[in-house]
């Protein structure tokens, strides 16, 4: 245990050396976005305590995943995990995540980013509709998921992430430092949620896997409006 907190002391100061100058915009896509709440629950390996895993330090998230981690939960068989998991699910309108991201160049294959299909018909439509995968490659890139690279050379620094899903149309939008880098059709499952954080995948991962995230942000549009089970644009 001792030696994990150190290991985050020193994250943590080479983290602050490597701030990057990138000015944070938001609601790429649009105009006149309403602020939305950000709630979310974690979800961290059985194996570990919550504080083994994540933690949140002066404005920063630190997501960490060992390759010999267990599920999330007791039972389920899904890969280690370290995550986010936003709340509500939204059934209408149009909704847009914004964060920071820094990921460790030499770290590989695992999810940092996810749009997931609500439970009850991710049985119908498959579990996601949208993932962002990390690669050690080209010194730090992130995939749509293991298929077509999106950008490369952002290992160790920090970047901006947005993704807008807009079920009006289906169509979800991703920019990576205010370019956009992918368009896409959603499954059409009509209820979804977000997730980040760190989510390992099984093409080589690294021992250990991480990512550090701050200033999230969430938006609506006042032209689309999010619907989600509990009403309009409010939080369970």
């Known amino acids: 245990m001792e030696g994990w907190l150190e290991v985050v002391k020193r994250c943590f100061v080479a983290l602050f050396g490597m701030l990057s100058c990138l000015t944070v915009q938001a609601q790429i896509g649009g105009t006149n976005w309403t602020p939305a ?20 330090t002066n404005g920063i998230y630190h997501f960490l995943t060992c390759s010999n ?6 039972g389920n068989t899904t890969r280690p995990r370290t995550e986010q998991r936003f709340k509500p699910d939204y059934t209408k309108g149009e909704i847009q995540y914004q ?13 940092i980013f996810q749009i997931h299909t609500g439970n ?28 077509a690279e999106l950008a490369r050379n952002l290992g160790n620094q920090w970047f901006q992430l947005n993704v807008d899903h807009n079920l009006l149309n289906h169509t979800i939008k991703v920019w990576i ?10 499954n059409g499952a009509g209820d979804f949620y977000f997730k980040d954080g760190v989510y390992e995948q099984g093409h080589g991962p690294s021992c250990r896997m991480e990512c550090y995230i701050k200033n999230i942000r969430m938006w609506t549009s006042p ?12 939080a369970k």
Not at 69 to 74: K, L, T
Not at 177 to 186: G, I, P, Y
Request: charged share 15%.
């Open 37 to 56: 709440p950000v709630t979310f629950n974690v979800q961290w390996p059985t194996n570990a305590l919550e504080n083994e895993r994540y933690c949140f």
């Open 69 to 74: 981690d267990g599920a999330f939960s007791v």
């Open 99 to 111: 964060a920071m991201f820094m990921v460790p160049s030499n770290e590989n294959s695992y999810c």
């Open 120 to 147: 009850a018909r991710s049985s119908t439509y498959g579990s996601t509709t949208f993932m962002l995968y990390w690669f050690a490659n080209d010194n730090g890139s992130i995939h749509y998921y293991d298929g």
């Open 177 to 186: 430092n205010q370019k956009l880098v992918r368009t896409k059709h959603d």
């Open 223 to 234: 032209e689309n409006p999010v619907v989600t089970p509990s009403g309009i644009g409010r």
